[in-house]
């Protein structure tokens, strides 16, 4: 018998190893490709949860506002985050909603910046007073465009508040108010009156001669309705409507300069804020500018229904707010300005820096802008639908 050589054993080695890594390359290289084909699976995560709440009464039509915003959010997050809103009083009192926010006790809120007004005068400059005759829209102009927007997150740093603000939502001019007695005729009709408003509105009413307590929307009515006011303003037909002001009064003033340019301001907690990614934070941006555009058009639709609502079927009687009145509103105003600057460097500087986009804008806006009362006199005949 031939004897194997020793030579021959190293021959056989290699080649099963090479057969081997061959085999496995090639199971690996299927496997891969197999993975590549196949479906990705994703573990379901739960929704980052926001608890806010809303400084308006459930069945108004702001606190409807709130949850238009939040519904865009939820939508738009594709349900990776969730808002949830509450009404007024739910977790706390309406006027407490910053400091619950900025402490975190919320997670954000709902409501307008002349509320801070107690914090620091020139908070009210984001809403009450004439703003220099620019309308809503033009104040939220001035707040992303010409400075007023880091302005407010100065007056808020130096509060010491940790909160992200998001202004929107340009609010129609408000009425003058509510009145149980009479008209206002001239500007002494206001004299002695107990009247409810907010903000540097308080200062224009008490430059009127009215006593003025400053009280939440859902409080209004019941202290109509129980004699502790005379007369108050809200805000606009559908809120006054849904609060109860014609059960207790049918007499309304239309048009003002206490508050004829103001707008809403969504609030975030700001560690809870920074602490999202960076995606969300867009959506939560540009739900804000989504929801003031939403908000206009539907408050358009509403605030016109309710008020030929309440015209025609509950015996409101509507009053363009006269001429005289209007001018005494801004002569006081020029002095509310003059005093505030004085005690309030911060209020000085808001208050110029709307003056400087104001006098631009608004000239531009009034050169431009065509008389559209004269068309509608033109289609429907002239009728008015104020006294």
């Known amino acids: ?48 949860t926001l608890r806010f709440q809303s400084t308006w009464p459930q069945k108004d039509i702001f606190h409807e506002f709130a949850q238009d915003y939040a519904k865009k959010v939820n939508e738009m997050s594709g349900g990776r985050l969730k808002i ?17 926010v900025s402490k975190g006790t919320l997670d954000g809120g709902h409501g307008v910046v002349a509320y801070w007004y107690g914090k620091n005068t020139a908070l009210a400059l984001w809403g009450s007073g004439p703003a220099f005759g620019m309308d809503p829209n033009m104040v939220l ?16 740093k130096s509060l010491n508040l940790d909160v992200v603000s998001l202004m929107y939502g340009p609010m129609p001019t408000q009425p003058l108010g509510w009145f149980k007695q009479k008209p206002v005729a001239k500007p002494d009709d206001m004299k002695g ?19 003025v307590n400053a009280l939440p929307g859902a409080e209004i009515v019941p202290a109509m309705d129980r004699g502790l006011l005379d007369a108050a303003e809200f805000n606009n037909a559908s809120s006054d409507r849904v609060l109860g002001f014609p059960d207790v009064a049918k007499i309304c003033m239309l048009q003002s300069f206490h508050q004829c340019s103001e707008q809403f301001e969504i609030l ?18 540009t739900a804000a500018q989504a929801a003031s555009a939403d908000m206009s058009w539907k408050a358009i639709d509403r605030y ?25 509103q801004l002569e006081i105003w020029d002095g509310v300005m003059e005093k505030r600057s004085a005690e309030n460097p911060m209020f000085k500087k808001v208050l110029e820096s709307q003056r400087k986009f104001a006098q631009r ?14 068309a509608y006199n033109h289609f429907f005949g002239g009728k008015k639908k104020a006294t």
């Open 193 to 211: 009156l107990k009247f409810r408003t907010v903000g540097l509105s308080i200062d224009i009413f008490n430059g009127l001669g009215a006593a």
């Open 84 to 100: 949830e809103v509450l009404a007024a009083g739910s977790v706390v009192k309406a006027f407490d909603l910053l400091d619950a």
């Open 361 to 374: 804008a608004a000239r531009w806006q009034n050169d431009t802008n065509v008389d559209f009362k004269m």
């Open 268 to 285: 975030f907690n700001g560690k809870r804020f920074q602490a999202l990614p960076t995606d969300l934070k867009s959506i939560i941006s």
């Open 304 to 328: 016109s229904t309710d008020y030929f609502e309440m015209r025609d079927k509950q015996g409101v009687k509507f009053y363009s707010t006269r001429p005289e009145v209007l001018k005494r």
């Open 141 to 156: 102009a001035w707040h992303h465009y010409g400075g007023g927007r880091q302005l407010l997150e100065e007056i808020y």
């Open 1 to 48: 018998m031939k004897k194997t050589t020793s030579r021959s054993q190293p021959d056989t080695a290699p080649k099963a190893s090479r057969r081997s890594f061959l085999k496995k390359a090639a199971l690996g290289a299927a496997g891969v490709a197999a993975g590549a084909a196949a479906p990705a699976i994703h573990v379901a995560q739960a929704p980052i």
